[in-house]
């Protein structure tokens, strides 16, 4: 591959089993990606400060700290984007999956898995992630504003922020893509298909309890405006009416 040529992202793949970690890193190379690799915890959080990932790619069992544990202190970054996390796990019950996304991870992917498949995943979520941020080269004045609003709450898409009450407060990319397609149809449902498809980016062979936990997590974020964020039953996820 050209060296010349730009690259996708930066993509840390956190693995102790150092065969699979060099494997996925090659792959992820010869996509286009930077990559690099972590075969501990502790090294783990070492890089996100210093290759500062657009994704992670992280095992669950790490010889020293547990990867949900690492996923929870992702999420409790502040001062910077925070980067995409895909868990890959041998864990295949459904509480494992719901455990995963509840600390935070955007995708969750059973070992063993198609190689293909996760570099899709990978593509997926970094495509999520650039669709909240300018284009190269842009600045705030060259993208038009889209700020949405309803009673306390306040989405601002171009700035990635979100506030309550005045106050902000810190959602993944993830759960600012749930936000804005449900601003973006005021009063009418989003069923969990079509938040499957339209902000994980594809049809993913996953419960639509996925789904659910995403928006609990982000109900308990939102707070006071948690009521906003309503659930038909049977059907999906909707925005409250404005009046």
Same mark, same amino acid.
Not at 187 to 204: A, D, N, S
């Given at each position: 591959?050209?060296?010349?040529?730009?690259?996708?992202?930066? /993509? $840390? #793949?956190?693995?102790?089993?150092?065969?699979?970690?060099?494997?996925?890193? !090659?792959?992820?190379?010869?996509?286009?990606?930077?990559?690099?690799?972590?075969? =501990?915890?502790? /090294?783990?959080?070492?890089?996100?400060?210093?290759? @500062?990932?657009?994704? /992670?790619?992280?095992?669950?069992?790490?010889?020293?700290?547990?990867?949900?544990?690492?996923?929870?202190?992702?999420?409790?970054?502040?001062?910077?984007? @925070?980067?995409?996390?895909?868990?890959?796990?041998?864990?295949? @019950?459904?509480?494992?999956?719901?455990?995963?996304?509840? #600390?935070?991870?955007?995708? !969750? +992917? /059973?070992?063993?898995?198609?190689?293909?498949?996760?570099? $899709?995943?990978?593509?997926?979520?970094?495509?999520?992630?650039?669709?909240?941020?300018?284009?190269?080269?842009?600045?705030?004045?060259?993208?038009?504003?889209?700020?949405?609003?309803?009673?306390?709450?306040? +989405?601002?898409?171009?700035?990635? =922020?979100?506030?309550?009450?005045? =106050?902000?407060?810190? +959602?993944?990319?993830?759960?600012?893509?749930?936000?804005?397609?449900?601003?973006?149809?005021?009063?009418? #449902?989003?069923?969990?298909?079509?938040?499957?498809?339209? +902000?994980?980016?594809?049809?993913?062979?996953?419960?639509?309890?996925?789904?659910?936990?995403?928006?609990?997590?982000?109900?308990?974020?939102?707070?006071?405006?948690?009521?906003?964020?309503?659930?038909?039953?049977?059907?999906?996820?909707? $925005?409250?009416?404005?009046?």
């Amino acid at each position: 591959m050209d060296d010349s040529a730009p690259r996708k992202g930066r /993509v $840390l #793949v956190v693995e102790d089993e150092a065969d699979l970690g060099s494997s996925l890193a !090659y792959a992820l190379r010869a996509s286009g990606y930077e990559a690099e690799v972590a075969d =501990r915890g502790e /090294v783990a959080l070492r890089a996100l400060d210093l290759f @500062q990932p657009d994704l /992670v790619l992280l095992d669950i069992m790490l010889p020293d700290i547990s990867g949900l544990e690492i996923c929870k202190r992702v999420r409790g970054m502040q001062g910077r984007r @925070q980067p995409a996390v895909i868990i890959l796990s041998a864990r295949v @019950q459904e509480i494992d999956r719901v455990v995963g996304f509840e #600390v935070g991870a955007d995708d !969750y +992917v /059973v070992k063993p898995f198609s190689v293909r498949e996760l570099m $899709l995943r990978s593509e997926a979520r970094l495509k999520a992630r650039q669709s909240t941020l300018p284009a190269e080269g842009a600045t705030a004045s060259d993208k038009p504003a889209a700020v949405f609003s309803l009673r306390n709450l306040s +989405v601002d898409e171009s700035a990635h =922020r979100v506030f309550v009450d005045g =106050r902000e407060i810190h +959602v993944s990319a993830l759960e600012m893509r749930i936000l804005l397609h449900l601003f973006r149809s005021p009063g009418g #449902v989003r069923t969990r298909q079509e938040l499957l498809t339209e +902000v994980w980016g594809y049809h993913p062979d996953v419960a639509s309890r996925t789904v659910d936990t995403h928006v609990k997590r982000l109900r308990d974020k939102l707070g006071p405006a948690a009521d906003l964020l309503q659930t038909v039953r049977g059907v999906g996820f909707r $925005l409250a009416d404005p009046g």
